[in-house]
C-alpha cells in the first residue's frame, strides 16, 4: 500500500511540477504578452479542461508504443510514461486557473509601484505575493486532478506490481476482482492524501493573507 | 526640479494625446478638461509609464498617486512600509515608523490592521496619498486624488499636500475636476479638450476665460473659491509633519 501511494505522489506531483513551468509560463503571456497569438493558447488552455484522460493515455500510448514514432525511447509502462500523460493533462487546467489568478491581481498595480519608484525586480517579487495564493490553488487543483485519474494511468502505466501501480489503478483491479473492502481501502488513502495536500494548502493561503 | 514636456505625443488605442509643450513646479499645475479629455494620459506619460514621443524631463524621486488607487495584500501599514523599505531602502524598523507616522498624517491612524484593499474607497484614496508621500518625492503626480474623501478629510489632505510641496519645494502636478482643488493647491491652469490643450493660464486668471468648460468650473465652485482669494492656511498641526 505505502509503496503504491508514494509511487501516486510521486508521479503526480512530478507531473504537476512539470505541468507548472509550462502552465506558469503560459499564463504569464497570456495575461502580459501582447501577441495576438496569446488568445490561442488561452483557447487551448480552455479546451483542455475536458481534456479525458483516455484521450491523453491514448496518444501517449500511441506514440511510446514499440512500433510508434517514440517507440525507441521505451519508457511505455513506466512512471515516466504516467508523469508525462499526466503533465498533459494537468496542464491546461493549471493554466487556465492560473490566467484567473494572473487576471484578479488589479492590472493597475504593477504601474502603480512603478510610479512609486519601486525597483523592476522587487515589483516582480511583489506581484508574485499577490498571485501566490491563487496560483497555489491552482496547482492543488492540478495535482488533484493528475492524482484521481484512472484512464491514462492505466494506459502508459499498464498498472504493474511494484512498478507503475497507482491508487486509482489498484482500485480498478480490485474493484474487478471483487475485493471491495480493499478498493475502499486505496480510496480511503487517496481522499487522505488530497485532504492533507488541501489542509497544507489552506494553511500556506491562511498565512499569505 | 521642475517637470517639462516637449512635443509630447501618445497614443492610447484609437485616443491620440498631443501636447507641445508643459511646464510645472512648486507653484503647482492644474490638469483640467471634460472626461476623456486625456488629463490622467499626460499624468501617465509624464511618470514615464506610457510609451511617448517627444522628451520629458523629471527629478529622479517621483510618487504618483493614481485616481483608483490599487494595494498590495496586507495591511495599511504594511503598505506604505512595504513601498519605503523598496523604494528608499530602509531598514524594517524605520520603515515601520515612517509608515505609522504617514498614516497619522492622513487621518488613518485606526486602520493600521486588516486589508488595504478592505478600505472604503475614500480611505484608500487617503492611503494612496500618504504612500506617496511618506517618499518625500521631489515631484508629484495626483490624479483625482480626494474625489472620494469626505469634505473634512478634503480639506486637510489639501493642507496635508500644500504644507509639503511648501516645504520641500516638490513639484506638483494635479489633474483635477474642483476648482476647491485648483484653488487649494495650483497656481497654473491648463485646460485640456480631446488629447490638446486648449488654454493654458495662470489660477488666478480663470474666471476671464471664455472657455466654457473653465467658466463652469468656475461657476460651480462659486466666487468665494476663486484662486489667489482663499489660499487655505498651510499651517499644519505641530506634530503632523511626515518625519516620524
Known amino acids: 500500500m505505502l509503496q503504491i501511494a508514494s509511487l501516486s505522489v510521486g508521479v503526480s506531483l512530478a507531473a504537476t511540477l512539470v505541468a507548472a513551468v509550462f502552465a506558469l509560463g503560459g499564463a504569464l503571456w497570456i495575461v502580459y504578452g501582447r501577441s495576438r497569438l496569446r488568445y490561442v493558447l488561452l483557447v487551448i488552455f480552455n479546451a483542455g479542461l475536458g481534456l479525458p484522460p483516455v484521450a491523453v493515455g491514448l496518444a501517449v500510448a500511441f506514440t511510446f508504443w514499440r512500433s510508434g514514432?517514440?517507440?525507441?525511447?521505451?519508457i511505455l509502462y513506466t512512471p515516466a510514461a504516467m508523469m508525462l500523460a499526466q503533465t498533459i493533462i494537468v496542464t491546461p487546467l493549471f493554466g487556465s486557473l492560473a490566467v484567473i489568478a494572473l487576471r484578479a491581481v488589479d492590472p493597475t498595480l504593477r504601474d502603480q509601484l512603478a510610479a512609486l519608484g519601486v525597483p523592476a525586480r522587487t515589483r516582480l517579487r511583489l506581484l508574485a505575493r499577490e498571485t501566490a495564493p491563487g496560483i497555489l490553488a491552482s496547482a492543488l487543483a492540478g495535482f488533484g486532478r493528475a492524482v484521481a485519474e484512472v484512464g491514462a494511468a492505466q494506459?502508459?502505466?499498464?498498472?504493474?506490481?511494484?512498478?507503475?501501480?497507482?491508487?486509482?489503478?489498484?482500485?480498478?483491479?480490485?474493484?474487478?476482482?471483487?475485493?471491495?473492502?480493499v478498493a475502499f481501502g486505496y480510496v480511503a488513502v487517496l481522499l487522505g492524501i488530497m485532504t492533507i495536500a488541501t489542509g497544507a494548502a489552506f494553511v500556506l493561503q491562511r498565512r499569505w493573507q | 526640479m521642475a517637470v517639462t514636456a516637449a512635443r509630447l505625443a501618445v497614443r492610447r488605442g484609437t485616443f491620440w494625446l498631443e501636447v507641445d509643450e508643459l511646464f510645472?513646479?512648486?507653484?503647482?499645475?492644474?490638469?483640467?478638461?471634460?472626461?476623456g479629455a486625456g488629463k490622467t494620459t499626460v499624468l501617465l506619460a509624464l511618470q514615464g509609464l506610457l510609451p511617448h514621443a517627444g522628451s520629458v524631463a523629471r527629478p529622479g524621486r517621483c510618487a504618483g498617486v493614481f485616481a483608483q488607487p490599487a494595494f498590495l495584500r496586507g495591511s495599511p501599514r504594511w503598505n506604505l512600509a512595504t513601498v519605503l523599505r523598496s523604494t528608499l531602502g530602509m531598514d524594517e524598523r524605520t520603515a515601520d515608523r515612517g509608515a505609522a507616522a504617514a498614516l497619522r498624517l492622513v487621518g488613518l491612524e485606526e486602520a493600521t490592521h486588516g486589508d488595504a484593499r478592505k478600505l472604503s474607497s475614500g480611505e484608500r484614496q487617503r492611503l494612496a496619498l500618504a504612500r506617496a508621500l511618506v517618499l518625500e518625492p521631489e515631484a508629484l503626480f495626483l490624479d483625482e486624488p480626494f474625489a472620494n474623501v469626505d469634505a473634512h478629510g478634503r480639506c486637510m489632505l489639501r493642507e496635508v499636500v500644500n504644507d509639503y510641496v511648501a516645504r520641500s519645494g516638490c513639484t506638483l502636478v494635479l489633474a483635477t475636476q474642483t476648482l476647491a482643488d485648483v484653488a487649494a493647491l495650483c497656481d497654473h491652469v491648463v485646460l485640456l479638450d480631446r488629447g490638446r490643450v486648449v488654454e493654458s493660464l495662470g489660477a488666478a486668471r480663470l474666471a476671464e476665460s471664455a472657455q466654457p468648460y473653465l467658466r463652469a468650473?468656475?461657476?460651480?465652485?462659486?466666487?468665494?473659491?476663486?484662486?489667489?482669494?482663499?489660499?487655505?492656511?498651510?499651517?499644519?498641526?505641530?506634530?503632523?509633519?511626515?518625519?516620524?
Open chain 2, 24 to 35: 510645472a513646479d512648486a507653484s503647482g499645475t492644474a490638469l483640467v478638461g471634460p472626461n
Open chain 2, 217 to 244: 468650473l468656475v461657476s460651480e465652485g462659486g466666487p468665494g473659491l476663486m484662486p489667489g482669494r482663499t489660499r487655505p492656511n498651510l499651517r499644519l498641526m505641530p506634530g503632523e509633519g511626515l518625519e516620524p
Open chain 1, 155 to 181: 494506459m502508459t502505466g499498464g498498472n504493474i506490481e511494484g512498478q507503475t501501480r497507482v491508487l486509482t489503478t489498484a482500485t480498478m483491479l480490485a474493484v474487478g476482482r471483487g475485493e471491495f473492502s
Open chain 1, 69 to 74: 514514432p517514440l517507440g525507441m525511447l521505451d
